[in-house]
Nanobody, 115 residues
Framework: QVQLVESGGGLVQAGGSLRLSCATS????????MGWYRQAPGKQRELVAAFTSGASTNYADSVKGRFTISRDIAKNTVYLQMNSLKPEDTAVYYCNARYILSEYWGQGTQVTVSS
């Protein structure tokens, strides 16, 4: 069974930082495009940041310059460094792995930013 294990969410004040982690198997890490999505209450799930082909990355306009996606090959782990957090960043954040028609999701981790 494919597992995407997320960690790092929590409560932070506006302007603060958090780092999310998503650990998976070597097979998934090497063959799937990894990324982060989020879903706020009453809203649709949206892309936050993702690796595309090779080492290219894609970010939502709302997080550009504040969030950074990265990965550690030795640990089969993808990270999302979130700086200058805003209350509107409050959401459940999901790790995603995608390859052609195959897709997996993590269980989600709550990020709450207080004003």
């Amino acid at each position: 069974q494919v597992q995407l294990v997320e960690s790092g969410g929590g409560l932070v004040q506006a302007g603060g930082s958090l780092r999310l982690s998503c650990a998976t198997s070597r097979s998934i890490f090497n063959n799937y495009a990894m990324g982060w999505y989020r879903q706020a209450p009453g809203k649709q799930r949206e892309l936050v940041a993702a690796f595309t082909s090779g080492a290219s990355t894609n970010y939502a306009d709302s997080v550009k310059g504040r969030f950074t996606i990265s990965r550690d090959i030795a640990k089969n782990t993808v990270y999302l460094q979130m700086n200058s957090l805003k209350p509107e960043d409050t959401a459940v954040y999901y790790c995603n792995a995608r390859y052609i028609l195959s897709e997996y999701w993590g269980q989600g981790t709550q990020v709450t930013v207080s004003s």
